[in-house]
Every structure is written in structure tokens, then in C-alpha cells.
């Protein structure tokens, strides 16, 4: 009786022994580390780059603790976080562009252990210190601009094919072109229906005049703002590749939301400043029918004056005032390229854009019907525009041109990153922030660590002298419940927080549930009258029942959460919901695994140490 | 070691309308915190934005609300956290209609308030800052009401299958009834509701349905066994056999919390406590609660012992 089949015994064993290898790299301290990586996937860490580097290193008097090359990024290791800093300067100016170096921490875990996939707990931004935004991308916004576009590729279509129409305009989402000749109208429609499959057009007939309302169809739109949605996460990558960190995460949340985890960033200001940059770029003609003149004060008469009709009134970026044309000639999305450069004849900086086939064609037309007239390229961020730069077209130009008259080469390289990465598809909006310093990271982890050793410690006291030997059992199957959600939560990478480490103090809080019940049980039997293998048996089986049911109903609960919760609560969930299936587990099949150890198989038992059961017979005797 | 030694059973249910009568008094008191003082949301739920500030030398939040009022900030909370070092500045949302500007006067007024904390003390520095948008606290909200309601719904479907619906609206109302005390307790002080008090409120929620399940468990096994009993015999003698069991685990629980509650820091404080409160009602009203809302709705020994005649009669016609 009480014996297990020998491959239950080998479950068990296997379970622990996995649950220990994955477990154990918890314990190794992190080391500070300088990772060099490619900007982008397709750029890699060569050995030759990394040598270079360890050689600069060594150069400057620091000593490195271990270089690796593994997967395209190179990470060095050093012994403390001053020589890391001291290190990151050195290798940050000696890395070739298109390089990200970043600070990170990284397990000493030995190299046969993460051969078998073995990491530590990935920790959350509470754990780890970092920032964490949410941004709302704003569609409407996205939406109108593309209406815009409709609105300006209708025109130059027309033009191009020389229909003749009365008016063009945009009336909120549509776009509305009127005709005097229906023949006309015909034409546009024929010419429309063919070269933008993405609108759905529908004749319009009041009076004299014909007209044909453009929509863009539903499934464009909802693609387009799919497509909003990944050109700003792209942008948003190029972003924190500037900030140099090391495991940044960038992911679309819902329809229309954007996560940016960041962590261990040193300074949040400037990580906020340089995410928060919503920039796009806008070209548009320069209003020559109230210019002054030539040169940079054009426009100085209207420096307090309100802007004309049909125009609107900004400063460029040495405060001189201009009016710009209301009409959009091109926005920021149709740049496929910009890079800073020499200009060919005169060397001075540059920056060299290259254009879309769209945008290419646009620009071509507007070009040959304005020459030697200015053309203002504008940045435009939430509340403010500033006109960039705004020259004269020398020659008709398309899909390839050059931005000159620019400051110096370190203005024409920022122009090019801001042209190149700085346009987003969408402006966003943070809707919600969270920084959290690394000091408090670590005060955290503490913090949490403590609450969970004390805990466990109090109770492992309490079982151990209420229950005597099936106290200890039951110490060895909790303990064995913590390894296995350790190993688990190491295993599955879940984001551990501080709420989390809360659900791993209360999960072995509730897990001794079972352990109580199984306990309660047996001594209820063996009072009953029962012999001692007789009432391990009956314990176990009935308390199977109750410790089945009460774990269905907090896995119920931890279900809701991790479907309904967000942030830390979702942490929690997690954790929550994991604790109880690796408690079902720790007290069923390894603490009866233990009891049978001990006592299976045995003919005869004359006493099972559970805490005094014969109280209630010296009552009767006595 | 034993601790309670319990040799006859315990008449429970005589004093069934004593507990009731307790409970009431309790809820009705924890609904009227509710409604009259309401619960004090953390800004995860309101919108707006925290500030944990540390400071080289103890900190002066009465100086800081000084200073901080001169500048023009109206509404703000400046409170002791943690250590004496360390403050918490709470900026409420800015009303406007506009979420949009309301988010950029927001992200501001932060920056703002930092400079006038340096003013106070140059050693002023940023430890934590937490800054939600009023659409995202409505969200917040809203989840955290639905994810009360799926439990409690997925609670009493398991219940009602497994047992059956008289024990599982008796199980649910009480245990709703400790979620409502926990509520109300956290009104009356004023304690901060924040994200995770609702994750602890839900766990209790899961967990204290353990007890009432491990009772009527016992109900129903008793129901078997004791042929001749009655069901206030039956409830008596299936609390009484239980409720060792009841207290130690829940202390032993309860150990874990108190360990989280004094190691675990400022930000688990609140958790701690919500957890505390629940295990102590849990206790109180699984037990003493649900059995007699379930005798008062009527629950038999029908309802147990004959299920198979029943599935017979099913499938005769």
C-alpha cells in the first residue's frame, strides 16, 4: 500500500531536476555589460569591428572581463558600472554608423546553461528601472492627411490628361471634383476609376453642374491606418536606436495604440524627449503673390499682420516669417530616402532626397509649373511648424532632388534623420507614462525577495512543529512549488513585477492550502479509527476532491485578471495563475511522493508522526 | 500539536441569525462608506500623474504644498512615502475636453512641479513618475469592473455544475459580501484603490470561495453518511469538522501576507491589507454566511443523495 509505480517516481524526479537547471541561473549576479549591435538586422557585428574595438578598450587602460560575438551583436563585460560607463565612451567613438551601443546588465550564467536556453527571470520595468509609454496614435489625424493626398494626386491625374475641371476640393472625408462639360465628368471618371482603384466614386447632379464624390473604400482605410500604425513603430525604433538601448520593445497595442518599454535607460527626459519628437514634413508652395522680393525677408511685412486667404503664416528656423500656400504639394510619407551630402558644384552641404514614384511625379509637375519660385519644406510637430528651409527651384526636378542652402554639414546630417526618420505617419499622443529609477528597481526586488524568504520561513516553522514529519513533507513539497513557478516563470520569459513577486509569496501562501487539507485529513482518519497506511490513502484520495475544486475557482479568478488586467496587474495574473497549477502539482504528486518514500510498502506502521491524534482516547479513558 | 480540539459538534446555525444579523450590519455599513465617502482611486483608475521625489536630506511636504501652491498648482497631494527622504506629489487631471491638449498640459505640469521642488530642495530627484491619460483610467475602470463580473459569473457556473445553484448563490453572495466589506473598509479610511488592490480583491475573491467549497464539500458528503440528520445537524456537524482546517490555512495564508505587508514596501502596502481584510472575512462569512443562506434558499438532501435516480428519470421518456 502507499507505493508509487516507478515511472511516477521518474516524473517527479524529472520534474525537479529540469526545474532546478532552469531555475538556477536566477542565481548568478549580473554583470554590467557594453553590447554593440547593427542598427538595423541586416547589419552585423564582424569579428574584425569587434577586435578594433577590444583593442580600443584595452588602449584606454580599461580592463575587460570577457568579449563575446554571438547572433550579429558583440557584448563586453566588465567587472563594475564605472568601467562599463568609462568603456561605452570609448566604443561609442569608435563605432562606425549604423551602430547601436548600448549599457545593459547580463547574467553570468555559465556558457552550458544558456546552451540548454536557461536565462534568468526577465524583469519588469519596476524590477529593472526604465520607462514605459503608451501612445495613442491619432487616426483622424492620419485620415485627414491622406484625403489630402487623394485631394493633390486627383489634381495632378486631371491635369496630366488634361481634363478640364471647375472645382477640387475636400469636404471632410470626400473629395469632390465639379465639372461644367459632363463629357468631361465621363473622362475623370473613366481616367479616376482606373489609375485609383483606392477610391469609390459616385456622381453627384445638382442643377447645371455634374460632380463626382471620391471616398477611399473602407478596406483602404483600414489598411492605410495599419499601415500608419507600423511606419510609426518603425520610426519609433529608428528613434530608440539613437538612445542606445539594449532590449528596447516597440508593439502595436489594439487597433491603434503603441507600446515603448525602455529599460534601464539612465535619463527618462531624454528618452521622452526623443520619442515625443512628432514630427512630419510637409512641402508646399511658397505664396510668391505676397512676396516682397528675393531673400529672407519676403515676407516681413506680414510679421504682425494675419496670413492672407488661402495661405498660412509661419517662421522658419532663423525667425524670419513666410507664407506658405495652404494646398499640400507632398507630406513626409512619400520620402523613400534622405541622406546628407556635398553638393557637386559649389560643395557645400546637402541633403539628398529620394522620393517615391507618387510623390516623384507630383513633385515633377510642380516643379515645371514653378520654376524659380520657392518651395518650403516644413517640419511639423504638435503645436508648432517651423519652415525648414525654403528655396528656389533652380530646374525641373522628380523623384531625385537636393535640399541645399542648408548651415553647415552637422544641420544637413540632422535635416536627413529628421527627413528620414522624424516622419511619422500619424501624430501621437503619450497617454500614459511610467519611469521608474533603477535605485528603486533594485529596492524592489529587495523588497520583494524579503517578503517571500520571511514568509516562507514563518511558515515552514509553523507546519513543521503543528504537523511533526508530515510538516517537514509538506515544507519539501512547497519548497519544490516555488522551484517549479521559478523554473516556470524563468522558462516562459513572463515579465516579472512587483505585483508578481506578491503572487509568489501569496500562490505558496495558498499553496500550503492543500498541504493542510491533506494533513487535517489523515489525522481526521486516523482518529476515525483507521490504521496509518490505511488513513495516508483515504487522506489523500478525499482531499483530492476539495483541493481540485478550490483551485478551480482561484484559477478562475487569476483567468479574469490576466484577460481584464493591464500593466502590473497583468504581472500578477500571471504569476497567480501559473502558482496554482504548479501547486496542485507540488502537493499531490510530490508530497505524497515523499510520504510513500518514507512509508510505502512498510507491513506494518505502527505510528505516523502527523502531531498528537490520541488527545480525544485519553479524554475517553480518563 | 493540535490547536483545537474540538470534541462535540458545535450548533452553528443556532446562532445562524446572530451572524446574519452581524453581516448585515457590516455590509450595511461598508455600503454607506461607499456611497457617502466613496473610494479614493489611485490615478491608475483617475487619470493623472505621480511623482515619487527623494531628496538627500528628510523631506518637508509642508513646504513643498507651500511652495507648490505659490507657483499656482491647485488641487495637489503631497505625501510621506516610504522612507522620510522620499515624497509622492499627486497632480490630478487637468480638466479639459480635449484629451489631446489635456495630455500635453499634463506632461507640463509635471516638468513644472519638478522645478518648483527644486526651489524647495536642490537635492529634489526623480525616483518614480507615473503620468495616465483620462481615456486610459476610463478603460482601466471599466476592465477592472468587468473582470469582477467574470469571476463572480464563472465562479457560480462552476459552482452550479459542480454542486448546485443554491450553494453556488449562497457561495457567491457572501463572498460578494466580503468584497463589498473590503470596499468599504478601504472607503472609510480613505486608503488609495489602486490596481493592485483590485488584483488582491479578486484573488480573495477565488480564494475564499475555497472555504464554502470545502464546506459544502462536507455538506455533502454528510448528507450521505448521515441518513438521519437533520440539515442544521448536517451544516453543524460539516462547519464544525472543517473549521480547524478553515483557520489554520488561512493563517498560514495570512503569515505570507503579514511577511508581504511588513517586508514588502509602500507600493505592496495597500495590497497587503486588502488581502488581510479579506482573509479575516473570508473566514467569517464562507463559513458562517454561506450555510445558512444556503439552508435559507432551501438547499435538502435531495439536492445530493438521489442525482442518479434523477438522471434515470431523464432518460426514460
Given at each position: 500500500m502507499n507505493k508509487y509505480p516507478?515511472?511516477?517516481?521518474?516524473?517527479?524526479a524529472i520534474a525537479l531536476v529540469v526545474s532546478l537547471v532552469y531555475a538556477s541561473p536566477n542565481l548568478f549576479v549580473e554583470v554590467p555589460v557594453v553590447q554593440v549591435s547593427g542598427a538595423r538586422a541586416s547589419v552585423k557585428v564582424e569579428p574584425a569591428l569587434q577586435s578594433e574595438l577590444e583593442a580600443a578598450v584595452k588602449g584606454a587602460g580599461i580592463a575587460i572581463a570577457g568579449v563575446e560575438v554571438a547572433e550579429g551583436h558583440a557584448t563586453f563585460r566588465f567587472a563594475d558600472t564605472d568601467t562599463q560607463i568609462k568603456a561605452r565612451d570609448v566604443i561609442q567613438s569608435k563605432v562606425p554608423a549604423g551602430y547601436v551601443v548600448a549599457l545593459n546588465?547580463?547574467?553570468?550564467?555559465?556558457?552550458?546553461?544558456?546552451?540548454?536556453?536557461?536565462?534568468?527571470?526577465?524583469?519588469?520595468?519596476?524590477?529593472?528601472?526604465?520607462?514605459?509609454?503608451?501612445?495613442?496614435?491619432?487616426?483622424?489625424?492620419?485620415?485627414?492627411?491622406?484625403?489630402?493626398?487623394?485631394?493633390?494626386d486627383v489634381r495632378s491625374l486631371l491635369r496630366d490628361k488634361k481634363i478640364y475641371y471647375s472645382g477640387l476640393a475636400r469636404e471632410g472625408d470626400r473629395v469632390v471634383v465639379?465639372?461644367?462639360?459632363?463629357?468631361?465628368?465621363?473622362?475623370?471618371?473613366?481616367?479616376?476609376?482606373?489609375?485609383?482603384?483606392?477610391l469609390a466614386l459616385r456622381e453627384q447632379v445638382a442643377g447645371e453642374e455634374a460632380a463626382i464624390v471620391a471616398t477611399i473604400k473602407p478596406e483602404i482605410v483600414k489598411k492605410e491606418q495599419e499601415l500608419a500604425l507600423q511606419q510609426n513603430i518603425q520610426t519609433l525604433r529608428n528613434r530608440v536606436n539613437e538612445l542606445g538601448v539594449a532590449e528596447p520593445i516597440i508593439q502595436q497595442q489594439g487597433g491603434d495604440r503603441i507600446v515603448v518599454q525602455l529599460a534601464g535607460v539612465q535619463d527618462?527626459?531624454?528618452?521622452?524627449?526623443?520619442?515625443?519628437?512628432?514630427?512630419?514634413?510637409?512641402?508646399?508652395?511658397v505664396s510668391e503673390e505676397h512676396s516682397a522680393g528675393p531673400g529672407q525677408n519676403a515676407f516681413a511685412a506680414y510679421k504682425d499682420q494675419p496670413a492672407p486667404f488661402g495661405t498660412d503664416k509661419y517662421l522658419d528656423s532663423e525667425g524670419n516669417t513666410v507664407l506658405v500656400k495652404k494646398t499640400l504639394v507632398i507630406t513626409g510619407d512619400r520620402i523613400k530616402d534622405a541622406q546628407p551630402g556635398f553638393d557637386q558644384?559649389?560643395?557645400?552641404?546637402?541633403?539628398?532626397?529620394?522620393?517615391?514614384?507618387?510623390?516623384?511625379?507630383?513633385?515633377?509637375?510642380?516643379?515645371?509649373?514653378?520654376?524659380?519660385?520657392?518651395?518650403?519644406?516644413?517640419?511639423?510637430?504638435?503645436?508648432?511648424?517651423?519652415?525648414?528651409?525654403?528655396?528656389?527651384?533652380?530646374?525641373?526636378?522628380?523623384?531625385?532632388?537636393?535640399?541645399?542652402?542648408?548651415?553647415?554639414?552637422?544641420?544637413?546630417?540632422?535635416?536627413?534623420?529628421?527627413?528620414?526618420?522624424?516622419?511619422?505617419a500619424a501624430p501621437m499622443d503619450i497617454i500614459e507614462e511610467r519611469t521608474v529609477g533603477p535605485s528603486l528597481g533594485a529596492e524592489n526586488i529587495a523588497k520583494g525577495f524579503k517578503s517571500v524568504v520571511y514568509g516562507f520561513v514563518a511558515i515552514a516553522i509553523f507546519m513543521i512543529i503543528y504537523y511533526s514529519l508530515f510538516g517537514v513533507i509538506s515544507v519539501g513539497a512547497l519548497a519544490s512549488n516555488l522551484l517549479f513557478l521559478v523554473a516556470l516563470l524563468s522558462m516562459l520569459q513572463a515579465t516579472l513585477t512587483l505585483p508578481g513577486i506578491a503572487a509568489i509569496a501569496l500562490a505558496l501562501g495558498m499553496a500550503i492550502d492543500a498541504n493542510v487539507l491533506i494533513n487535517e485529513r489523515i489525522r481526521e482518519e486516523l482518529r476515525a479509527g483507521m490504521s496509518p497506511q490505511m488513513a495516508i490513502q483515504v487522506g489523500y484520495e478525499r482531499a483530492f476532491d476539495t483541493i481540485f475544486d478550490s483551485n478551480i475557482t482561484t484559477l478562475i479568478a487569476g483567468l479574469a485578471l490576466l484577460a481584464f488586467g493591464s500593466g502590473p496587474v497583468r504581472g500578477f495574473a500571471v504569476v497567480h495563475c501559473l502558482g496554482i497549477l504548479t501547486s496542485i502539482f507540488s502537493a499531490v504528486m510530490v508530497s505524497r511522493g515523499i510520504v510513500n518514500l518514507i512509508y510505502g510498502g512498510r507491513k506494518k506502521v505502527a505510528k505516523v508522526y502527523i502531531g498528537n491524534t490520541e488527545w480525544h482516547k485519553k479524554d475517553a479513558t480518563a | 500539536m493540535e490547536f483545537f480540539k474540538i470534541r462535540r459538534t458545535i450548533p452553528f446555525m443556532r446562532h445562524a441569525l446572530v451572524f446574519n444579523v452581524i453581516s448585515l450590519i457590516t455590509f450595511v455599513l461598508a455600503v454607506g462608506f461607499l456611497a457617502v465617502r466613496g473610494l479614493h482611486f489611485s490615478i491608475e483608475f483617475t487619470g493623472g500623474t505621480v511623482m515619487e521625489v527623494t531628496h538627500d536630506k528628510p523631506a518637508q511636504p509642508d513646504k513643498i504644498r507651500e511652495a507648490l501652491g505659490a507657483a499656482g498648482f491647485k488641487d495637489i497631494n503631497v505625501l510621506k512615502f516610504g522612507s522620510s527622504q522620499d515624497v509622492l506629489i499627486r497632480l490630478p487631471l487637468k480638466a479639459n475636453p480635449d484629451p489631446k491638449i489635456q495630455n500635453e498640459e499634463m506632461q507640463k505640469q509635471s516638468?513644472?512641479?519638478?522645478?518648483?521642488?527644486?526651489?524647495?530642495?536642490?537635492?529634489?530627484?526623480?525616483?518614480?513618475?507615473?503620468?495616465?491619460?483620462?481615456?486610459?483610467?476610463?478603460?482601466?475602470?471599466?476592465?477592472?469592473?468587468?473582470?469582477?463580473l467574470v469571476v463572480c459569473l464563472g465562479?457560480?457556473?462552476?459552482?452550479?455544475?459542480?454542486?448546485?445553484?443554491?450553494?453556488?448563490?449562497?457561495?457567491?453572495?457572501?463572498?460578494?459580501?466580503?468584497?463589498?466589506?473590503?470596499?468599504?473598509?478601504?472607503?472609510?479610511?480613505?486608503?488609495?484603490?489602486?490596481?493592485?488592490?483590485?488584483?488582491?480583491?479578486?484573488?480573495?475573491?477565488?480564494?475564499?470561495?475555497?472555504?464554502?467549497?470545502?464546506?459544502?464539500?462536507?455538506?455533502?458528503?454528510?448528507?450521505?453518511k448521515m441518513r438521519r440528520a437533520s440539515v442544521d445537524e448536517i451544516m453543524d456537524a460539516s462547519i464544525t469538522g472543517t473549521i480547524s482546517r478553515t483557520i489554520i490555512t488561512h493563517g498560514s495564508t495570512q503569515m505570507m501576507v503579514l511577511s508581504i505587508l511588513f517586508f514588502g514596501g509602500a507600493s505592496l502596502y495597500f495590497f497587503a491589507l486588502a488581502l488581510t481584510i479579506g482573509i479575516c472575512f473570508g473566514i467569517y462569512s464562507s463559513v458562517l454566511v454561506a450555510a445558512p443562506l444556503a439552508k435559507y434558499l432551501g438547499a435538502s438532501r435531495e439536492d445530493f443523495v438521489k442525482p442518479e435516480k434523477k438522471a434515470v428519470e431523464h432518460a426514460l421518456p
Open positions: 516507478v515511472w511516477k517516481y521518474v516524473i517527479i546588465l547580463q547574467s553570468a550564467t555559465p556558457k552550458w546553461l544558456q546552451a540548454l536556453g536557461a536565462k534568468p527571470m526577465y524583469l519588469g520595468l519596476d524590477l529593472r528601472g526604465g520607462v514605459h509609454f503608451l501612445l495613442q496614435v491619432d487616426m483622424k489625424a492620419a485620415a485627414n492627411k491622406s484625403v489630402e493626398r487623394y485631394v493633390s465639379r465639372f461644367r462639360e459632363s463629357d468631361q465628368r465621363v473622362a475623370a471618371q473613366k481616367l479616376i476609376e482606373k489609375e485609383m482603384p483606392d527618462p527626459g531624454r528618452a521622452k524627449e526623443i520619442l515625443g519628437r512628432t514630427a512630419t514634413l510637409e512641402v508646399r508652395m558644384r559649389d560643395g557645400g552641404p546637402v541633403v539628398s532626397m529620394a522620393l517615391d514614384d507618387s510623390g516623384g511625379r507630383i513633385m515633377r509637375q510642380t516643379t515645371r509649373e514653378n520654376l524659380k519660385k520657392r518651395m518650403g519644406m516644413m517640419l511639423v510637430e504638435r503645436n508648432s511648424t517651423v519652415v525648414l528651409t525654403w528655396p528656389v527651384i533652380q530646374e525641373e526636378f522628380g523623384n531625385r532632388f537636393q535640399i541645399s542652402g542648408i548651415g553647415d554639414v552637422q544641420e544637413a546630417r540632422n535635416l536627413a534623420l529628421l527627413l528620414r526618420a522624424g516622419a511619422l | 516638468v513644472a512641479a519638478m522645478a518648483v521642488l527644486r526651489t524647495v530642495d536642490a537635492s529634489a530627484k526623480i525616483v518614480r513618475t507615473e503620468f495616465v491619460g483620462g481615456q486610459v483610467g476610463k478603460e482601466l475602470a471599466t476592465d477592472g469592473a468587468l473582470a469582477l465562479i457560480m457556473v462552476y459552482l452550479a455544475f459542480r454542486f448546485e445553484w443554491r450553494f453556488a448563490v449562497a457561495t457567491i453572495i457572501a463572498n460578494l459580501h466580503d468584497v463589498v466589506i473590503i470596499l468599504g473598509v478601504f472607503a472609510a479610511f480613505q486608503w488609495e484603490f489602486s490596481l493592485p488592490v483590485l488584483a488582491a480583491v479578486l484573488a480573495i475573491l477565488g480564494y475564499s470561495v475555497n472555504e464554502s467549497v470545502v464546506v459544502f464539500d462536507r455538506v455533502r458528503e454528510n448528507f450521505r
